[in-house]
């Protein structure tokens, strides 16, 4: 009792209260714990025991294989690894031809034109449907337009009026350089833009 000389100021302060009692017997419990860790063994002896519980043995280091570093059939891990950048699209496909896939590259020529409208980053028409108010409101929109975006829509709604429909409404985002066109003309659009070389 005399390790617990620390803890009689508390209780007095407590008076006798059941807050007192409690902190007193934890006191006690705390003190018998400490005791009992002391006069146990830091390790025990198995070794006179292990013909008899050999499953109390330790179990020993698994024994790895050896490894070695190279550098040189990495490049088979890299063709499988996801680019971090869209390469540019290969030579043999500039010409203006479509490929299999039916992708068909840009021609000089569109760098002449007042206005330009520029690919993605995936080297596809910025031609986007957007559909909204459960389908109510269904508009075609062009991004990245640089340039003369006012002439880029007269001639749009020219050959929408021809080729889609007679009434087209369209409104133009100067700020943002888009242009939205009511309904969805998706591919009359991409047709309009790959006739200018676009």
């Not at 902190?23 to 006069?39: D, G, I, M, P, Q």
């Not at 490929?99 to 986007?128: C, D």
């Amino acid at each position: 009792m005399a390790s617990l000389g620390r803890f009689l100021p508390r209780v007095f302060q407590f008076g006798t209260s059941k807050t007192a009692c409690k902190y007193f017997e934890t006191a006690k419990v705390t003190e018998r714990l400490c005791s009992t860790f002391r006069r146990a063994q830091p390790t025990t002896r198995l070794t006179a025991y292990s013909h008899e519980f050999p499953e109390l043995l330790p179990e020993p280091e698994p024994e790895y294989p050896g490894y070695t570093v190279s550098y040189e059939e990495f490049k088979y891990v890299e063709r499988l690894l996801p680019m971090e950048t869209v390469p540019p699209p290969p030579e043999n496909v500039l010409d203006g031809n479509p490929t299999p896939s039916g992708w068909i590259a840009p021609r000089p020529e569109s760098r002449q034109l007042p206005y330009f409208v520029h690919r993605t980053k995936n080297h596809m028409l910025p031609i986007y449907l957007e559909v909204r108010n459960a389908q109510t409101r269904i508009v075609t929109k062009l991004h990245k337009v640089d340039g003369n975006i006012w002439k880029l829509e007269a001639e749009l709604r020219a050959y929408l009026e021809e080729n889609w429909q007679p009434r087209i409404k369209t409104q133009v985002h100067e700020v943002s350089s888009y242009i939205i066109v009511k309904g969805n003309c998706c591919d009359h659009v991409c047709k309009f833009l790959l006739s200018k070389g676009f």
